[in-house]
């Protein structure tokens, strides 16, 4: 057995926590002989439900579950952590868009950053996941100016899954089967699932596919596919959104083998995108260096969704000045 790690789940006591951390503590993330002492972060108002979340925990005597602390502090909550899921946020309902979360999600980012600057450990992967998550990373990494910009990601890997599944629900396959599948820019319906560069099996996914059906219903229905689960559940996906948050970690953590998977991280100017922006990108990672793919060519449909991607990606980075401002 390795030494334990210690994780931080914020929002521990909410919808996608609860999905999140029983997976957690049961190796799906780093690994079967991992241990992990479990930093279980919430408001006051969250701690009594919190504290039923980590009595399931006790009773389901998971080996690999070394110690839990519970805290509304986030000094304690990311004290010493080697990697966080900054989950809890508020939500979006039916009637607001990612633009009204920013001001009602924001300032928990620029505390939570200052936290994991004095407290996380050294290499600490913090993972965002509360919406708008990439604004809301860049948020965090501002506000942890100690640390490397390389620490702070942001989750788009469920767009990369809902991609996966509709593209091999269209061609009759399995979602195994499809690869190279990666989102550009923002978590958002901006977004760009580039299918162009999309494989299935192996080979190019574009001899296949109706490109029209690609470029209209296949991008829409996964770029506003949260809003189409809000609409259908009164409630924000929670269990696939988890599952994303656990797929991501775990390739960060163990490496991808070569495949590719998709990480919004900090820009360092690659395709022009301008450096700092957390940034949606086809990835690789071997040791825990992310390595964005590189060289790859984009027709001028590709080009213009990515520009409109990142065009709201910096106008979100203009809006969030003054809330970076007030915090320091
Ligand atoms: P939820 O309301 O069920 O739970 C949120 C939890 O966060 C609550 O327990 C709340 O008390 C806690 N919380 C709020 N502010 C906090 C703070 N400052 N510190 C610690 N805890 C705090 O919501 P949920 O369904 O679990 O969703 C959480 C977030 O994840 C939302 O912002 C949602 O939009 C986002 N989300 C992102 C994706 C994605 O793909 N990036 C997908 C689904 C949901
Ligand atoms: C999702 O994509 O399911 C979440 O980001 C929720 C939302 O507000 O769309």
């Known amino acids: 057995m390795k030494t334990p790690i210690r994780v931080c789940v914020t929002g521990a006591a909410g919808q996608i926590g609860y999905s999140l951390l029983f997976r957690l503590a049961s190796g799906d993330c780093f690994g079967p002989n991992q241990p992990i002492i479990l930093q279980l972060l919430d408001l006051p108002v969250g701690m009594k439900a919190l504290e039923g979340v980590a009595m399931e925990l006790e009773d389901c ?23 966080a899921f900054l989950v809890g946020a508020r939500p979006r309902t039916k009637d607001m868009n990612r633009a009204d979360l920013l001001t009602a999600n924001g300032p928990i980012f620029t505390t939570q950053g200052k936290a994991i600057n004095d407290r996380a450990a050294s290499n600490t992967k913090i993972l965002v996941v509360g919406n708008p998550c990439n604004t809301n990373a860049y948020i965090a990494m501002e506000s942890a100016p100690d640390r490397p910009k390389s620490s702070f990601h942001a989750m788009t890997r469920l767009d990369e899954n809902r991609a996966k599944a509709q593209l091999a629900k269209k061609l009759g396959v399995n979602v195994g089967d499809i690869s190279n599948m990666s989102i550009w820019g923002n978590h958002s319906d901006t977004m760009f699932p580039d299918f162009f560069h999309a494989k299935v099996k192996g080979n190019p996914i574009t001899a296949l596919l109706d490109q029209e059906w690609a470029k209209g219903p296949f991008l829409k229905t996964v770029a506003t596919r949260g809003k189409a689960i809000i609409e259908a559940r009164g409630l924000s996906s929670a269990a696939s959104a988890a599952g994303a948050a656990l797929d991501h970690m775990k390739d960060w953590w163990q490496g991808t083998n070569g495949a590719w998977t998709s990480m919004a991280i900090a820009s360092q100017g690659e395709y022009n995108i301008p450096e700092g922006l957390i940034f ?9 260096q992310v390595t964005v793919v590189k060289g790859l060519d984009h027709n001028s449909f590709a080009a213009e969704k990515i520009a409109a991607t990142t065009a709201e990606l910096v106008s979100e980075r203009t809006t969030v000045q003054s809330i970076l401002q007030a915090a320091n």
């Open 61 to 83: 005597a998971f080996p690999l579950v070394h110690g839990m602390e519970l805290t509304d502090d986030p000094f304690k909550g990311f004290n010493g952590v080697d990697a």
């Open 280 to 288: 949606s990108f086809p990835v690789t990672v071997a040791n825990g």
